[in-house]
C-alpha cells in the first residue's frame, strides 16, 4: 500500500502488539531533538483495517512532542490476517532497528506471543 498521511492522534499504539516493556523517554527525546535538527524519519507502520500501531511508538510521541497531538504522521498502512501476524511484524522491526530489546523486552515477545499462539521457534527466529 502506498504511504497515507494520518493524524497521530487517529493512531492506536495497541500494548499487546508491542514488544518492549515501555515507551522509553529519553528515547522519545532523543528522536524529537533529531525531528527538530530536520531529521526525516522513517514512516510509522500501522494495520490497514484497526490503525494499530505496529512499528513508530517513540516516533509519533516525538513527533507529537515537537509538534503537537495532531500531527500528520506518514503511515505505511499494511494488511495483516489477525494479531498474532501484527505482533510477529512488530517483532521483527524492533529487532532489526532502534534501541536494542532488553532480555525483558524479549521475555515481553515470548509471552505475548504465547498468549497469541506463535511459537518460541518462530520468536526465536524473529528476534
Do not use: W
Request: hydrophobic residues 45%; neutral net charge.
Amino acid at each position: 500500500m502506498p504511504i497515507k498521511q494520518l493524524s497521530a492522534s487517529s493512531l492506536v499504539q495497541d500494548f499487546k502488539l508491542y514488544p518492549r516493556a515501555q515507551v522509553d523517554d529519553y528515547h522519545v527525546r532523543e528522536i524529537a531533538e533529531a525531528i527538530r535538527a530536520g531529521n526525516v524519519l522513517p514512516p510509522i507502520i500501522a494495520d490497514l483495517k484497526s490503525k494499530r500501531v505496529i512499528d513508530g511508538f517513540h516516533r509519533i510521541r516525538a513527533h507529537q512532542k515537537v509538534h503537537g497531538a495532531n500531527v500528520m504522521e506518514k503511515v505505511d498502512l499494511r494488511e495483516y490476517d489477525d494479531d498474532a501476524a501484527m505482533l510477529k511484524d512488530a517483532m521483527t522491526l524492533n529487532a532489526s532497528h532502534g534501541r536494542t530489546l532488553t532480555v525483558y523486552d524479549k521475555t515481553r515477545c515470548l509471552l505475548l506471543a504465547q498468549e497469541l499462539g506463535i511459537s518460541r521457534e518462530v520468536v526465536s527466529a524473529v528476534l
